[in-house]
């Protein structure tokens, strides 16, 4: 099956590589977009020729006509129709043309053109997964209403998503979702409060963007896929047990109703999820990974251990938020946003991301509606705060 793809945040990890499914299997792309890397943006429009470009703003607009004048001699009318700001990604996510939507924007600012592929009824292949934290409910429920697929591509959820497969009606007694660990898992308080970014960068298994790998040395990462899955899969946060397993081989497991449990496994790879929600419900056969070896070094011995929650609370913050619901989880993750920053410019410590977190958790603000425009507020607002206090 051969789908026209979009992709929002084309620059990115995921960006990139979905760039490379997309060359291997030949995919018409019809647009790109970026915020601020223009000459990686440029160098990609010369490959794929998408219809329609979007960047952050007017200068990185016109920084993008420049480079592919005077450096690609495109001429302006074999130029890509150049938009800015939130409406061009838009106006990116929604085109005619477009069958599915690979989603790839970091953190909150993905889920205005999610919405607005889903409403022009466009399937997504999702790698944002603050935009179910944030707005779960409302995605959820317009997906619904316009018969959209919603293809997970976070390797976890994707691993769920593939066992349960095996279930007559996706039902399911517990989902395993297994976690790194970070690389601090053996570290103390005392060794946290000392983190640094450049440390904090540094992902044991994993290559990633810098927001999610801080994320997953805080270990909210997996809080937010906790929220994430419970809508997903339609389930409960009492419903999701996460494990440690440090090699990053067993991407997830679920438990069925028999007592069955499935698991999914394979080497570190995100082009295997990308390329699943790509190419669903095929499975065309690549050669480019990593075959599977349970007898290689990493693969033949599988650790599983519980997470220590105490000195990584971000599990507790992620499940409250879910359980108080409202305008609880959009806070979490305008406050981890806020807090992580803060943290990559070296104004606040490590373990106070959590701390971050907790207090604004403490504070939401009550909502008598659920929509885009309240989800915004709130999500703003929660930054602000948080920046104020820490300029």
């Not at 790879?269 to 499975?283: F, G, H, K, N, V």
Request: hydrophobic fraction near 45%; glycine fraction near 6%; aromatic fraction near 6%.
């Amino acid at each position: 099956m051969q789908r026209t793809i979009a992709i929002l945040g084309s620059t990115g990890s995921i960006g990139r590589q979905g760039l490379e499914i997309v060359r291997e299997l030949g995919l018409p792309v019809s647009a790109l977009t970026c915020r601020s890397n223009i000459a990686l943006l440029a160098e990609q429009i010369l490959e794929f020729r998408p219809g329609l470009v979007s960047v952050g703003d007017s200068r990185a607009a016109e920084q993008l006509r420049d480079i592919l004048s005077t450096k690609f001699n495109l001429k302006a009318s074999d130029q890509p129709e150049i938009l800015t700001d939130n409406s061009g990604l838009e106006t990116a996510a929604a085109l005619p043309e477009t069958d599915l939507v690979l989603a790839a924007v970091v953190g909150f600012a993905g889920l205005r053109p999610v919405l607005a592929a889903l409403e022009a009824g466009k399937d997504i292949a999702l790698a944002n997964k603050e935009t179910l934290v944030a707005g779960g409910e409302i995605v959820m429920e317009l997906a619904r209403r316009r018969q959209t697929k919603i293809l997970p591509v976070d390797s976890e959820h994707s691993a769920i998503w593939q066992c349960l497969s095996s279930a007559p009606g996706r039902q399911f007694k517990r989902i395993f979702l297994t976690a790194s660990g970070g690389p601090f898992r053996n570290s103390s308080k005392k060794e946290l409060a000392a983190v640094t970014p450049a440390q904090a960068l540094r992902h044991p298994t994993w290559e990633m963007g810098a927001k999610i790998t801080i994320d997953s040395a805080t270990m909210m990462n997996k809080g937010l896929e906790i929220i994430e899955a419970c809508h997903l899969f339609s389930c409960t946060p009492a419903q999701i047990e996460v494990v440690v397993h440090p090699q990053s081989i067993v991407h997830s497991m679920v438990e069925l109703n028999d007592g069955s449990v499935m698991a999914q496994l394979g080497f570190p790879d995100m082009r295997l999820p990308i390329r699943l929600a790509l190419t669903w419900p095929d499975r065309p056969a690549a050669d480019y990974y990593r075959p599977y070896d349970p007898c290689a070094e990493g693969a033949n011995q599988l650790v599983f251990e519980p997470p220590n929650e105490e000195l990584f609370p971000a599990l507790q913050l992620a499940r409250s938020a879910f359980a108080a619901g409202g305008l609880s989880p959009c806070v979490l993750n305008a406050a981890n946003e806020a807090a992580v920053a803060l943290f990559l410019q070296g104004k606040i410590a490590f373990p106070a991301i959590w701390q971050i977190a907790a207090e604004a958790l403490a504070q939401v603000p009550a909502a008598a509606n659920l929509d885009f425009a309240t989800l915004e507020w709130a999500h703003n607002d929660t930054i602000a705060r948080i920046m104020q206090r820490h300029p």
